[in-house]
């Protein structure tokens, strides 16, 4: 009898260890997602940088800027769709800081005098995010001006 | 309750404690990543904003990059000394891009054309023109 009593408790605080250890388990494996998913934006900061078709190119020589009158033409769900289908949502975009722009989104009608480049959106909702961002120099062509901005990668969450 | 079956309960009992306390200590321990990956970024931030900076149009087809060569020269461009050009437009850059003005220095050679001086850690990025290293510290 005693014996069975032992076996019973034992068994009682086992359950109870595993069921604490499961749920630190489980609250571990959500942050490592969470950390996966910052690891790959914070990549994302270099790769969208550097996609060729956005990128200046004056007289076949490529330059560390953003070219704006390509990205307000391209679009990067076609060819680059792997990129973005990482383990999180996200929106990229990038933004004048410096002239300070006029308000708006870009687009064919009222470019160059917007402030904001959409460059990914997967339209989807989301309660809250996390924005992460580089510095970047934007290209107006039309002007040959370069302009101070910022790429953003708003992680959906 | 037999004398050893309590001593089976209670070893048990320190067996899960140290179970938990393990569990604990790999949770806790292992948090490096985060701080490796705020330093890549830290330190992208710095490069990108020193070629931001670099490529920043001041006046017809002059670049900063043009003007801080002007300004290791002594001279003139878009009308205005070179030299306080770029103390104004670099702390206005800067500033835009969120960092306070104790936070940074920017040298031309070994001349400070930033607010103020920074200590500690620090993230740097330069090139050279005209002789002279151009310098972008970042201090954290």
Redesign the interface.
């Known amino acids: 009898m005693e014996t069975l009593m032992v076996a019973v408790v034992f068994m009682v605080v086992l359950i109870i260890a595993l069921a604490f250890y499961f749920k630190f388990s489980l609250d571990s494996i959500e942050e490592s997602g969470e950390e996966a998913c910052l690891v790959s934006n914070t990549v994302l900061l270099v790769s969208v940088s550097s996609v060729p078709e956005i990128q200046c190119s004056i007289n076949g020589k490529t330059e560390n800027c953003i070219d704006t009158s390509k990205l307000i033409v391209f679009d990067p769900s076609r060819v680059y769709g792997s990129m973005f289908t990482t383990n999180c949502d996200q929106k990229v975009y990038f933004e004048q800081i410096y002239p300070e722009p006029e308000n708006g989104t870009c687009d064919q009608n009222n470019y160059p005098d917007c402030g904001i480049f959409e460059f990914y959106d997967p339209d989807v909702s989301y309660s809250s995010s996390i924005k992460i961002s580089t510095p970047t120099s934007l290209y107006f062509p039309l002007t040959e001006e370069y302009k101070f901005g910022k790429l953003v990668i708003e992680v959906l969450l | 309750?037999?004398r050893g079956?309590l001593e089976?309960?209670g070893f048990?009992?320190i067996i899960?404690l140290l179970?938990?306390s393990l569990?604990f200590y790999f949770?806790f321990a292992a948090n490096d990543?985060?701080d490796l990956?705020q330093e890549?970024?830290e330190n992208?931030?710095v490069s990108?904003?020193l070629?931001?900076?670099k490529?920043?149009?001041i006046c017809d087809?002059t670049?900063m990059s043009d003007v801080i060569k002007s300004c290791v020269d002594g001279g003139n461009e878009c009308d205005e000394d070179a030299c306080a050009i770029v103390e104004r437009e670099v702390q206005?850059?800067i500033s835009?891009?969120g960092w306070d003005n104790d936070t940074y220095m920017f040298h031309i050679g070994d001349i400070l054309y930033s607010q103020g001086t920074c200590k500690g850690n620090t993230f740097v990025d330069d090139y050279i023109t005209n002789g002279e290293t151009i310098k972008l510290t970042y201090c954290y």
């Open positions: 309750m037999k079956q089976i309960i048990m009992v899960i179970l938990f569990i949770k990543s985060t990956l890549a970024e992208l931030e990108n904003l070629d931001a900076i490529m920043y149009t087809d670049q206005q850059i835009l891009n």
